[in-house]
Structure formats: C-alpha cells, structure tokens
C-alpha cells in the first residue's frame, strides 16, 4: 500500500472506486448483514472487545503510517484533533456501554477511524462525489486489510468498512451529479433489520461520531473549518458556508429563515436537537444518553452565552488570544491549524462590533465548557488502563485532549 497512490485513486478515479464500494459494502442485503452478524466468535467479554479494538486501531495506524501517511493535512475539522477525540470517547463510552462485545469491537475501531479519508480528499465535496469521505475511509480500510489483518476476522473486517460507509447518516438517496451531466442516486446504507432492530454496530460507530458533533470541541472544529466557502449540510439539503453570513448570530427555525442559509448558532442548536425523538437519535439509550446529553448541555450553554453577550469576565482580547491558542494546540494539531487560525483571526476582526462582541462571549465559553467536558472525562476515564489510550504515531491520547497551554492560564476562573 503507498498512500500517495491510494490518493490519486480517491480523487482521478472515482468510478472505479464506486464500483468497489458497491459490489462488496453499499449492496450487502439484510441477508448479508445477518450473517456477517453472526459470525462472531462467542466467549469474547467486554474488556476483550475492547483490547482487540484499541490493538486493531494501533495496528491500522501503523500500517498506515508505514505507507506514508502523516496525519497532518486535511480538513482541519476532520484531522488528528477529531480521530484523537473520537477514540477517546469510543473506549470512554464503550467501556460503559452494556452492549454486545461483537457490536463493540466493530462500534469502537469504525467509530474511532470513521472519517480517516478526510486526510487524502476534501470533506466538503459531497454533493459532487461518488465516493465521499464516508466511502473514501472505508476503501483505505480495504487496502490495509488487504495486506494484514490487524488481528480481525474478515467479517469483522466488512462490518467496520460497512459501518464506516453508514456513519454519515443520510436519510435520503443523493442525488450525485458526475461527468457530462450524468446523475447518480445513493441510495442509504441498510441500519436496521426488517423486524426493526438496529444493527448496533452501525449505529454504535454513529454514537462515537456525534459525540464530537456537539459540545466544545465541536463547535471549535466547526469553526476551524468555516475561514474558505464550502458547502455543508443542514440535515435536509448541502447549503453555502461564507464567514460573515454564517457568523450572525442568530438563532431562527427552518421555517423562519426560508431560504437563508444556516449560521453558526443553527448548526450548533441543529446537532445538539438530536435526541431519542430524532431520526439520528431514535436509538439512543443508556449510558449514551448520559454522555449525550452532557455534550447537548454544553451546547446549549454556548448557544445560550451568544445569544445573551454580556461583559466577558476577562478582557476581550484576552479572551481572542486564549482563542487562537486554544484552536492551535489544543483542538487540532498545529501544523493543521496554525495557518487557518491567522486566517479566521483576520476575518474575525473585519465583522461588526456586535457580532465580534456576542462572539467573543461564546468562544470563552467553548473553553470554559471544554474544562467541564474534561472535568467529566476525567473521573470516567481516569481509572481505566493507560495502555488503551496510547496510539502510535499520535502517542498518548490523553495527554492531548489535556488542557494545556497559554489558553488555560488566560482562562482558568
Ligand atoms: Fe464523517
Ligand atoms: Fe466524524
């Protein structure tokens, strides 16, 4: 495997790529599924699941170290900061979690490697590709396993490239408009049997992925990836992201803002409205909830402080200088951030007083609830063994989501 050729292969030879998406993951039948459900070896406990798991994803990172990727580009809201996050939470959650071991294992290694395409084709090309980020990450899956098995049975195999192709949890075909005017509909990956069920495993990786999609971080890594016009989605259709336009504050329902695009605030309040009466949350339960709510709190307080901008308890300069530091150091790695942050920081100071104002008011709480994320993290995770949080090449997980820096010093009450 050599990365560089795997990129290439994502981005010039998309209908080849398609091609192998759809014969071996995107036309698995229910029949299919069952089986591969089925097939996995009994007697296997919890703790188990998850050292194969957390063995399973330091064996993919490294095979892919080995061929060349560095981990250090692409979407700056979708890089090392969001993988490290993601499998934080996955052996946090799962270490709670009363769940199958089988559902485990497969929840835990798709829901800490669900976006890993991010780092070799852009994130916000959707809407004209065949082959998403979703497809992108399970198709280098498919190349690692080709040539070791990462101590996983083939079955366990499919069922992580399987669920990492669901996790962007479309409700609807994509309509995918290619070459001279031809189209393309996705239809949504299979979730749940005939008889209602869900396939756990698929959802499980969904979980992982939304507890970054709300809280602190999220809101952070949103806002490291709004500096060039992209498009991204509303839940029902892909709408136009520009700095200024999405950075007014406000906060209106779908009806009342018609055909204006959703600003940050929306978004935000959009991800942190996904509970058990949603479409994406209608199996949430049990310790997720628990975990999910405490990242929809958080949310919702930030939200809450944008909207009701007082005076800052520290200066607002200050409270822009912790900003950038927290960005830089601690959402994402630097040499993904740095550039992008100087850029935002200039059109931070280009919009209206007002808007910097209320602004202001909600980065210092993105930091403040971060401290609480990690306060709860703490006491959750702190026991658990040290070894399960180490990743090569990234090296110890928990150092990084650490608070640490210049912006814990300006902001610590
Ligand atoms: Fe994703
Ligand atoms: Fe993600």
């Given at each position: 495997m050599n990365i560089e050729t795997t990129r290439m292969r994502l981005l010039r030879r998309q209908s080849d790529c398609w091609e192998r998406i759809e014969k071996n993951?995107?036309?698995?039948?229910h029949g299919s599924l069952i089986a591969l459900d089925n097939d996995f070896p009994c007697g296997f406990s919890r703790q188990e699941a998850i050292e194969t798991g957390t063995c399973a994803v330091a064996a993919i990172m490294d095979r892919l170290s080995r061929a060349?990727?560095?981990?250090?580009?692409?979407d700056p809201g979708h890089g090392r900061g969001h993988l490290i996050r993601d499998y934080v939470e996955a052996v946090w959650l799962f270490s709670a979690l009363d769940a199958r071991p089988a559902d485990i294992l497969i929840g835990l290694v798709a829901g800490a490697?669900?976006?890993?395409?991010c780092f070799l084709i852009p994130r916000y090309a959707e809407e004209k590709r065949s082959v998403r980020h979703a497809e992108a990450s399970a198709l280098i899956l498919e190349e690692v396993f080709s040539e070791c098995n990462c101590g996983l049975t083939r079955s366990e195999q499919m069922m992580i490239e399987y669920a990492i192709c669901a996790h962007?949890?479309?409700l609807k075909p994509a309509e995918i408009k290619f070459g001279n005017g031809r189209k393309r509909f996705i239809a949504p990956y299979l979730d749940?049997?005939?008889?209602?069920?869900?396939y756990w495993w698929v959802w499980y990786t969904r979980w992982v992925d939304r507890l970054d999609t709300n809280g602190p971080s999220f809101a952070a890594r949103h806002y490291l990836t709004i500096g060039k016009p992209h498009l991204d989605f509303d839940g029902e259709d892909h709408f136009a992201v520009g700095y200024a336009q999405h950075m007014r504050p406000l906060l209106r329902s779908r009806e009342e803002r018609g055909n204006d695009p959703q600003t940050m605030l929306e978004h935000l309040a959009m991800f942190a409205a996904?509970?058990?009466?949603s479409p994406y949350g209608k199996h949430d339960r049990r310790e997720f909830i628990t975990l999910r709510d405490g990242q929809r709190n958080r949310s919702k307080r930030i939200v809450e402080a944008v909207e009701n901008?007082?005076?800052?308890?520290?200066?607002e300069a200050d409270v822009l200088c912790a900003w950038n530091d927290f960005l830089s150091?601690?959402?994402?790695h630097p040499e993904i951030a740095v550039p992008v942050v100087k850029q935002l920081f200039e059109q931070f100071s280009n919009l209206p007083p007002d808007v910097r104002h209320a602004w202001t008011a909600g980065f210092l709480a993105i930091m403040d609830e971060y401290l609480d994320w990690y306060r709860v993290g703490q006491k959750d995770?702190?026991?658990?063994?040290?070894?399960?949080f180490n990743l090569p090449h990234f090296g110890d997980a928990l150092a990084f989501i650490q608070?640490?820096?210049l912006w814990l010093d300006i902001v610590r009450p």
């Open positions: 993951l995107h036309s698995l039948n060349g990727m560095f981990f250090n580009e692409g490697l669900h976006d890993i395409g962007t949890h479309y749940t049997r005939l008889n209602g069920e869900p996904t509970d058990e009466n901008a007082g005076m800052t308890r520290i200066p150091f601690q959402i994402e995770f702190g026991h658990l063994p040290h070894a399960w608070p640490h820096g």
